[in-house]
């Protein structure tokens, strides 16, 4: 059941995160992360991003935390060209 974007808004926000904060990278992501949002200006300190996941890919997307417009896609890691798989229930 999908509901309109506007609707989904407060959930939203309640997700996001600050980089530093996100387990399911490394260190070194995060720190690398950290720097690259710092360079272009967005705020790596602040509760503005959420990591998404693909099959093997994975991307930061980072947003505007007072409108909750998209402000950049990153990925962790050059090496997220290739990917590595995402672990899924059940697997060993």
Do not use: C
């Not at 272009?40 to 007072?66: K, Q, S, Y």
Request: aromatic fraction near 6%.
């Amino acid at each position: 059941y999908f509901k309109p974007w506007d609707q989904g808004l407060p959930k939203l926000r309640e997700k996001l995160t600050r980089v530093d904060d996100i387990q399911a990278l490394s260190k070194s992501e995060r720190q690398g992360l950290h720097e690259r949002m710092a360079r272009r200006g967005l705020a790596p300190d602040e509760r503005n991003a959420i990591l998404l996941w693909g099959d093997i890919r994975r991307a930061l997307v980072v947003f505007d935390p007072g409108t909750l417009r998209i402000r950049a896609i990153l990925k962790p890691h050059a090496s997220e060209v290739i990917g590595r798989p995402r672990p899924r229930p059940g697997d060993s």
